[in-house]
């Protein structure tokens, strides 16, 4: 048979490709913009004919209808990223959440979770009958090299990207045909905090570097501070549009990566149809699974490896937590850890911690004495080197505990400082600043507690009475 033929031998619709699933089964599907959201809504609808079907998916950038009331005792959900649409499933018990580094995902679903059936999103067949999984490599693929059942929707949206990212139409049970634009991840204005981190992350990136960076505000600002640097490499599980011009006028060009050289290396797309566009057909841009994009031996293979992530919270040790608030789970590990290490044990490679000083609108301190009660340490602090807010770089590796936390409350938000100098002289049983750093700092610590309102104003005057009383 041709591949055409074969094809369409296995061209069904959503309802029929969907009884090939059984009660008691477990069902990866692909995520964010890969998420076969067609087939997914197929289930949904006939969910009253399904029993203990366990969903097994990672972050979904829609609705999580698997944790509604009327799924119970049908559909479970156990996901590997918590978002906005499952956080409270999850804190109730509706939602299962498992928790893995990112690059250890594949294994732990193939070896440990062990699902009989895998449905994805992939590209409409090129001309030699091989589909691509365009935007979202990283686990999705390989459960098709295992599962029983493999089930695609194919959608002339997705993009057809190079690399391990493509699969011949013989590996397939079925197929349905159901276009529809991906989600969309776009980006947003940068505020003037997003982009002051930024600048201060800048100052640690050099010519050659090789780069780790994601989505969002703060990867889109790095990337706008940018311009006057060259020969930059990338290597990232997973980026947005933020990346997409400084790839197109060449800032962006790896030609000092040591391996996959001139290529830039992604496990997942997650932004729009400007970064979906660029990506499509483009032979310098390669989506690998992700326990190879993100293993820290192959991430440090490049010499001078740059990972920047975010977090929630840092205490004075330095333990960074990025994935929960308090007992609850907020997103997950995801890549973190990989890139920290990866790039501490790359040549002349830097881990960067980015995040504003201060969270809900300025109301509390994202640095801490001491990590929220029942929050999960994500990042320990022996991996930490670099922290960065809007009001500076804290260099933590090589550092004394007292030199951990004087760099830290440098870089806080001034309004916090006095708490975070008392907490100090009670931990270390001294004082962080002489008298002659403290008047350094007194004009700015004043003017931000003079900005503030309500019962913190009142706590921070006493604080900073309780500093200047002792000095």
């Not at 029983?148 to 929707?153: C, G, L, R, T």
């Not at 060009?253 to 050289?261: E, F, I, L, M």
């Not at 907020?330 to 969270?359: H, L």
Request: aromatic residues 8%; charged residues 25%; contains cysteine.
């Amino acid at each position: 048979m041709s591949w055409k033929e074969i094809y369409n031998s296995k061209l069904v619709s959503s309802q029929e490709a969907i009884k090939a699933i059984k009660n008691g089964d477990k069902v990866v599907t692909g995520f964010a913009c890969g998420e076969p959201f067609g087939i997914e809504r197929a289930l949904v609808e006939n969910y009253e004919n399904y029993k203990d079907v366990q969903i097994i998916n990672m972050l979904t950038l829609g609705d999580s209808p698997w944790c509604e009331p009327r799924m119970k005792g049908h559909f479970t959900l156990n996901c590997l990223f918590a978002s906005q649409s499952n956080r409270k499933a999850i804190s109730t018990g509706v939602c299962e959440f498992t928790t893995s580094h990112f690059y250890e995902i594949p294994d732990v679903i193939k070896n440990y979770m062990k699902p009989r059936v895998s449905i994805v999103m992939v590209s409409p067949p090129d001309e030699h009958g091989y589909v691509s999984f365009g935007t979202t490599v990283d686990y999705t693929r390989g459960t098709t090299d295992y599962c029983e059942i493999v089930i695609a929707q194919v959608n002339k949206y997705m993009p057809r990207t190079f690399g391990n990212s493509i699969k011949h139409v013989r590996d397939f049970t079925y197929f349905v045909e159901i276009d529809e634009p991906l989600p969309e991840v776009k980006s947003v204005e940068i505020s003037d905090i997003e982009m002051r981190i930024g600048k201060n992350c800048s100052t640690l990136i050099h010519d050659g570097d090789c780069l780790q960076l994601g989505i969002g505000g703060i990867p889109n600002a790095i990337c706008a501070q940018l311009w006057d640097k060259k020969d930059l490499g990338l290597h990232s599980e997973l980026v947005g549009d933020g990346v997409v011009d400084l790839l197109e006028a060449g800032i962006i060009n790896n030609k000092k990566k040591q391996t996959n050289n001139g290529r830039t290396i992604l496990g997942a797309a997650f932004g729009s149809a400007k970064l979906n566009n660029y990506i499509n057909n483009n032979p310098s841009v390669e989506l690998h699974p992700i326990d190879y994009v993100n293993n820290p031996i192959e991430i440090a293979k490049n010499d001078n490896m740059v990972s920047i992530n975010s977090c929630l919270q840092v205490d004075l040790l330095g333990q960074v937590v990025s994935d929960t608030v308090g007992l609850n789970q907020f997103s997950a590990v995801g890549g973190q850890v990989d890139f920290v290490r990866g790039a501490t044990m790359s040549k002349g490679g830097r881990s960067i911690i980015a995040m504003p000083s201060t969270a809900k609108k300025g109301l509390i301190s994202r640095i801490v004495p001491l990590i929220t009660e029942g929050s999960a340490v994500t990042t320990p602090r022996n991996d930490v080197n670099y922290v960065v807010t809007e009001y500076g770089v804290a260099q933590l590796k090589g550092k004394t505990l007292k030199e951990r936390a004087k760099a830290l409350i440098l870089i806080s938000h001034p309004k916090f400082r006095p708490h975070l100098i008392l907490e100090y002289r009670k931990r270390f049983n001294e004082d962080v600043f002489t008298k002659e750093e403290l008047k350094e700092q007194l004009d700015e610590i004043k003017f931000n507690i003079d900005n503030t309102v309500g019962d913190i104003k009142e706590k921070l005057k006493n604080d900073l009475k309780n500093i200047l009383a002792n000095n």
